[in-house]
């Protein structure tokens, strides 16, 4: 192995093998109850909860750990309107047309369409944005590696840690989402990833059915 500089490994906790069984069965009941809704309530939700959210995520495996996202949290009314306006913009064009027939007819089960209400409503949103450059220090212009790959694994994080943290989510993916750069005024060599919608449940909120379809342990995984 190349020579490098290291420290001992301290903070790993080894479980048991029972407990360890315990563990990964509690966790899987608890991510269970993480869903996507679309209507949220406008119950405040404190900034350093989003902070320490954000704080797992960027704790995620990544390309030779330059650590290639950028997180915009947005909790101003005013920058959550322009989102919604333009978001809906972009939504009603894909489906009065840009969309084709069969993905229209994927989406009808999951009851979708070009409103989005709950970017206003919600507390939070946080734009998730991959960059092209970057480096282990900030401000760092080298070049980054694997970087859908390791922006895809921190956003998963960052999902995790707001249900594990009590608050519901939905991820949004407007295409084409160039106006999150603009509206963020994040620089040209970062790309938008996701929107991520963050708060509490509307009372009302409803899950639609066809959501709650998981494929089966042996249809998505073998074991070699």
């Not at 420290?7 to 869903?35: A, T």
């Not at 970062?190 to 509490?200: D, S």
Request: with cysteine.
């Amino acid at each position: 192995m190349q020579q490098h500089d290291s420290i001992p490994l301290d903070d790993f906790i080894e479980y048991p093998p029972q407990q360890m069984h315990q563990r990964s069965m509690e966790f899987y009941q608890d991510i269970k109850r993480r869903h996507s809704i679309r209507q949220f309530s406008d119950k405040p939700v404190s900034r350093k909860i989003i902070e320490n959210c954000i704080k797992a995520a960027g704790t995620a495996p990544n390309g030779a750990n330059h650590q290639p996202w950028h997180f915009t949290a947005i909790s101003s009314p005013d920058i959550k309107r322009q989102v919604r306006e333009q978001a809906e913009a972009h939504e009603q064009r894909f489906y009065d047309g840009a969309a084709n027939d069969e993905w229209l007819n994927a989406l009808k089960p999951l009851g979708t369409d070009a409103q989005k209400p709950y970017l206003e409503t919600a507390p939070w949103l946080i734009a998730v944005f991959s960059q092209k450059k970057g480096g282990v220090e900030a401000g760092e212009k080298n070049t980054n590696y694997y970087i859908h790959e390791s922006v895809g694994i921190a956003t998963g994080f960052l999902i995790t840690a707001l249900h594990h943290a009590g608050l519901a989510t939905l991820t949004h993916t407007p295409k084409p989402m160039s106006f999150l750069s603009k509206i963020c005024q994040r620089p040209d060599d970062e790309r938008p990833y996701m929107l991520i919608i963050v708060g509490h449940p509307d009372e009302k909120a409803t899950i639609p059915k066809h959501a709650l379809k998981k494929k089966r342990l042996d249809e998505i995984a073998d074991f070699l």
